[in-house]
């Protein structure tokens, strides 16, 4: 079974709506991760974070905030969400004690129109 | 710019072939380098990574080659088969077990019966 599993898995989300991704991971790692991937940009950190109540800011944390509750679940929120946020975007999980080694989610399309 | 590039889009390789795939990254701070593979709609895995402290490591048809003072590492694939077609990601990090991966935009892998 999955162990780090997003959802939703499709959303089309109308522009200045606000879009939350949520993800949950039964690895029970620390540390959790939100990437989007783009047609020629590969993928890009957005937030992560080193457990329960922390978050940080990734390379293009921008129009995107983070939620951490618990050792589970990680959410990413677009409050405002615009046309340049349509993407790809996967959850990550990783054990501090295996280095940075990251169990990716399935990813979630999201299309703003 | 970017930190970590792959500079071949695409790759074909005829089965039984040895499939190389090429990674330039630019921060000297690199000492963690993995390559991930990734399906059409799949999520990334993790293939085969390597710290800063050796030059090259091998698992089964998989070896990765690290050549720091030219800031290059390589995954070669050894007789490959169709079911290797797929999208890899070089990635590199910094720091003990931080999990902050810069990916490459990926090289399209097709192996050719």
């Known amino acids: 079974e999955a162990a780090v599993t997003q959802s939703p898995r499709n959303k089309v989300a109308v522009t200045g709506g606000k879009v939350t991704l949520s993800c949950n991971q039964t690895?029970?790692?620390?540390?959790m991760y939100w990437y989007r991937q783009d047609t020629g940009h590969g993928l890009r950190l957005i937030h992560y974070?080193?457990?329960?109540?922390?978050?940080e800011k990734g390379d293009i944390p921008d129009g995107y905030k983070a939620s951490r509750p618990s050792q589970e679940n990680f959410s990413l929120i677009l409050e405002l969400a615009t046309p340049s946020q349509t993407s790809v975007y996967f959850c990550?999980?990783?054990?501090?004690?295996?280095?940075?080694?990251?169990?990716f989610g399935e990813g979630s399309r999201l299309i703003v129109v | 710019g970017q930190q970590v590039k792959q500079s071949s889009p695409s790759l074909t390789v005829q089965e039984g072939g040895i499939s190389i795939l090429n990674c330039d990254y630019e921060?000297?701070?690199?000492?963690?380098f993995a390559w991930y593979k990734k399906y059409p709609d799949n999520s990334p895995t993790l293939l085969i990574s390597?710290?800063?402290?050796?030059d090259k490591r091998e698992d089964g048809r998989l070896t990765v080659f690290l050549n720091k003072s030219g800031k290059h590492f390589s995954l070669h694939i050894t007789a490959s088969q169709p079911e290797d077609t797929a999208v890899y990601l070089c990635?590199?990090?910094?720091?003990?077990?931080?999990?902050?991966?810069?990916f490459g935009h990926g090289t399209i892998l097709r192996v050719h019966p």
């Open positions: 990550a999980s990783g054990d501090r004690c295996s280095g940075n080694t990251l169990y």
């Open positions: 690895n029970n790692h620390n540390n």
């Open positions: 974070s080193y457990g329960a109540g922390s978050t």
């Open positions: 921060n000297d701070m690199f000492d963690y």
């Open positions: 390597v710290r800063s402290n050796v």
């Open positions: 990635a590199a990090g910094y720091g003990a077990n931080t999990g902050k991966l810069t």
